[in-house]
């Protein structure tokens, strides 16, 4: 007797930073950093997720923290597959008993074989059935834009590890462009000129702290400082600095310079009737680094268009895939031949 369990879909975002895992009929299942501590003699893995973030820049030498995730493309495979395993059964959809079907959404950039990679994790990792969707349509319409209609729109999501810019219509990407500039580059830019301007050696977290708390693309009304601590590098000993924002939005220049160029080859790409949409529906932004302080005024100034920042946009991908995932016809999902 052959028995046949119902199918579950779920939505993935597997992103640079933060993974999240949406399950039809129960929402937003899991929300965690794109992060594994593994034990470096075994290379076993300890701890995913929010647990890997607390000990992030901390792990003594036996632990090491890594993330299997770069500029939105799988870079370790046994990690990621790893760390899926678990997020799946935090949500309590792993295992033999659960038939998957996974809507994941994927960089516009991705090769053929960074696409087979993720389906072959997926189909281990208990996927009967999988449809890749194209990451700027489902952050645009989890940023609720009606996409389907036939107005040019434009949607720039700016995660960790990519920036895709993505203009829109009728459904489908007209014109896109990918950068690797997005928040990690921030990140490091911070970090680097910290060390110059300081000679203090600072983490990524440190460097994050500085983009989110006192970071802006643009003068803020009142200039602000946060003190920080790093190791000198002169001395080798542990030091505080205060940096002042005007030096963080120094320091962001450089990256925000190349989000503005992607933004401008894809209007220079755009058909003329579609570029003049965009005077009226304008840019939207998505992803964690649209949070930056300002950045909407900074690329309306850029391009005179109206700019404006999605209601959730750390959501907007998961958003646009549980749309997928509770609307698609069945035809719509590629099918593997593992009966199950
Ligand atoms: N308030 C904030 N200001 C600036 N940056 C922020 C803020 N909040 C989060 N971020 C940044 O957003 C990024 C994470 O965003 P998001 O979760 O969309 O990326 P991701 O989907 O994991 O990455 P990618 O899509 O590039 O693979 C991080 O770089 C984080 O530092
Ligand atoms: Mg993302």
Same mark, same amino acid.
């Given at each position: 007797?052959?028995? /046949? *369990? ?137 940023? &609720? ?5 036939? /107005?040019? $729109? ?23 462009? !990918?950068?690797?500039? !997005? ?19 600072? &983490?990524?977290?440190? !460097? ?9 693309? *643009? ?44 933004? $401008? ?32 005024? *900074?690329?309306?100034?850029?391009? $005179? ?10 959501? /907007? ?18 099918? *593997?031949?593992?009966?199950?």
């Amino acid at each position: 007797m052959v028995i /046949c *369990f119902p199918s579950t879909r779920v939505g993935l975002d597997p992103g640079t930073a933060n993974t999240l895992l949406y399950v039809r009929g129960r929402g937003v299942a899991v929300n965690e950093p794109s992060l594994v501590t593994i034990r470096t003699s075994t290379g076993d893995i300890e701890a995913v997720g929010g647990e890997a973030e607390a000990g992030r820049g901390r792990t003594p030498r036996k632990f090491q923290t890594a993330r299997p995730i770069r500029a939105g493309i799988i870079s370790d495979l046994k990690l990621f597959d790893g760390m899926l395993h678990r997020f799946l059964r935090k949500a309590h959809v792993a295992g033999p008993l659960h038939r998957l079907q996974v809507a994941i959404a994927v960089p516009s950039g991705m090769t053929e074989v960074d696409r087979l990679a993720i389906i072959e994790s997926l189909r281990k990792a208990g996927a009967a059935e999988v449809m890749l969707v194209d990451q700027a349509l489902a952050a645009a319409r989890g940023a &609720g834009l009606p996409i389907e209609d036939s /107005c040019g $729109r434009m949607v720039v999501n700016i995660g960790a590890g990519v920036t895709e810019v993505a203009l829109i219509s009728l459904g489908n990407v007209v014109c896109a462009r !990918a950068t690797r500039v !997005a928040g990690d580059e921030m990140d490091a830019a911070i970090a680097s000129h910290v060390r110059a301007a300081h000679q203090l050696l600072i &983490g990524e977290p440190t !460097a994050e702290r500085l983009k989110i708390q006192i970071g802006s693309a *643009f003068p803020n009304r009142e200039e602000l400082g946060l003190p920080i601590k790093g190791r000198c590098i002169t001395k080798g000993v542990p030091r505080e600095a205060t940096i002042r924002s005007c030096e963080v939005r120094e320091a962001l220049s450089t990256p925000l310079e190349s989000i503005l160029n992607a933004i $401008r080859e894809v209007l220079e790409q755009a058909p003329p009737e579609l570029s003049a949409d965009l005077l009226e529906t304008g840019i939207v932004l998505t992803g964690g680094s649209a949070l930056l302080r300002n950045l909407d005024r *900074f690329i309306s100034r850029n391009f $005179r268009l109206p700019v404006k920042v999605a209601q959730d946009p750390l959501s /907007c991908v998961i958003l646009g895939l549980a749309h997928q995932v509770n609307h698609l016809r069945r035809a719509e999902w590629r099918r *593997f031949g593992n009966g199950r």
